[in-house]
């Protein structure tokens, strides 16, 4: 069956523009998480949708982050004027439920470039 | 904020070597899991460890949970260069609350075997 898919694969923007990466869960997966990951890092959380709410967005780094989730599927994660700070490996993660131990299935990623 | 540190950084072994992955925090989890990450790809997982003392095995893999639920460790036999990866540890937070599922990784660990 189908995974997770991501698009674009790769983005290339300049500093200061406004980037949209789209996430594709699962079919019928309620649960959504997006994830950073930088270069030699392991993946650092952003936020955590449940439904079309997001119920954790501790991770976003400051106000120019924001991630929708309208229908309760597919999610937008939205970067305004971009740093070259931001350029790493967003992944994107859905789950069957949010029970804390489920399994995480994960997209093969946006790689970001700020140039 | 809950940390792990996984060692080593970097392990590089010649086929048919054995060899121990740490992950260790001064924090609780509720769980563990292990993931192995291939280039271009997202983080799959390979095993979830919940009970303290808890020992699963994958074939060739070895996964250990501590007593106390704040450190793990992946043990492979005999390595193949098939297992050539990233391999992260993530901890599920004993926190409770609406983070369910969040994950909190640890630094990776790339894995080169030779044959």
């Known amino acids: 069956g189908a995974g997770v898919s991501q698009t674009p694969s790769n983005k290339v923007t300049e500093k200061g523009k406004y980037v949209e990466l789209r996430c594709d869960p699962i079919s019928g997966h309620t649960a959504l998480y997006w994830y950073r990951q930088s270069l030699g890092q392991g993946p650092e959380f952003l936020i955590y949708f449940q439904g079309t709410g997001a119920a954790d967005d501790s991770g976003l780094p400051n106000d120019r982050f924001f991630a929708v989730r309208p229908e309760g599927s597919v999610s937008t994660l939205k970067i305004q004027r971009t740093e070259r700070g931001d350029s790493a490996v967003y992944l994107c993660a859905s789950s069957p439920a949010g029970r804390v131990n489920n399994e995480q299935f994960f997209g093969p990623g946006t790689r970001l470039t700020v140039l | ?115």
Do not use: M
């Not at chain 2, 992955?21 to 291939?38: A, G, K, M, T």
């Not at chain 2, 280039?39 to 949970?65: A, C, D, H, I, W």
């Open chain 2, 1 to 115: 904020t809950q940390l792990l540190e996984q060692s080593p950084q970097f392990l590089s072994i010649q086929e048919g070597e054995n060899l121990t992955v740490y992950c260790n925090s001064s924090s609780v989890f509720s769980s563990l899991q292990w993931y192995r990450q291939e280039p271009g790809e997202g983080p799959v997982l390979l095993v979830t460890v919940v009970t303290g003392g808890e020992v699963k095995k994958l074939k060739r893999l070895t996964f250990q949970f501590g007593d106390a639920r704040k450190d793990s460790s992946l043990h492979i036999t005999a390595a193949q260069p098939g297992d050539t990866g990233l391999y992260l540890c993530a901890g599920v937070p004993h926190a409770g609350g609406t983070s369910y599922g969040k994950l909190t990784f640890g630094q990776g660990t790339i894995l080169t075997v030779h044959p």
